[in-house]
C-alpha cells in the first residue's frame, strides 16, 4: 500500500487549503485514515480521522475549521482546511490502518497506523 499526498501550499492567514490522499496497492475500502501534521520541534498530531463508513473525529485545534471525507471508489481521503492559522503550518501526512476496534478511542495514536504518506508542506503567513 502506497500513500501519496498533495496540495500543500502557501497561504495567508484566514484563508483555505484542500489536501488530498490517494492510496494505491489497496483492494478495499475496509481502513481507517487520518491525517497528522508536525511542526519544527514539535511532536506529530493527530488533526483528524474517518472510518470506512464515513465516522470522523477531530482534534481540538482544528475543530470547526478542518473537514475530512472521504472517496471510497478512489481510495482517498481529503482534508478541507478553512479559516487557517499561522500555527497550522507543519508537514502534513496521512496515514491508513486496516479497521481496528475501538478506533473512536484510539484514532490519535500515531502507533496504530499501518501506512503513511510521505507529506505536504503547509504554510500559512500571518
Given at each position: 500500500v502506497q500513500l501519496q499526498a498533495s496540495g500543500g501550499g502557501l497561504v495567508q492567514a484566514g484563508g483555505s487549503l484542500r489536501l488530498s490522499c490517494a492510496a494505491s496497492g489497496i483492494t478495499d475500502s475496509n481502513s481507517d485514515m487520518a491525517w497528522f501534521r508536525q511542526?519544527?520541534?514539535?511532536?506529530?498530531?493527530?488533526?483528524?480521522?474517518?472510518?470506512?463508513s464515513g465516522s470522523t473525529y477531530y482534534s481540538d485545534s482544528v475543530k470547526g475549521r478542518f473537514t475530512i471525507s472521504r472517496d471510497n471508489a478512489k481510495n482517498s481521503v481529503y482534508l478541507q482546511m478553512n479559516s487557517l492559522k499561522p500555527e497550522d503550518t507543519a508537514v502534513y501526512y496521512c496515514a491508513l490502518v486496516r479497521s481496528v476496534s475501538q478506533y473512536s478511542v484510539i484514532w490519535q495514536d500515531s502507533s496504530l497506523y499501518d501506512y503513511w504518506g510521505q507529506g505536504t508542506?503547509?504554510?500559512?503567513?500571518s
Open positions: 511542526a519544527p520541534g514539535k511532536e506529530r498530531e493527530c488533526v483528524a480521522a474517518i472510518t470506512w508542506q503547509v504554510t500559512v503567513s
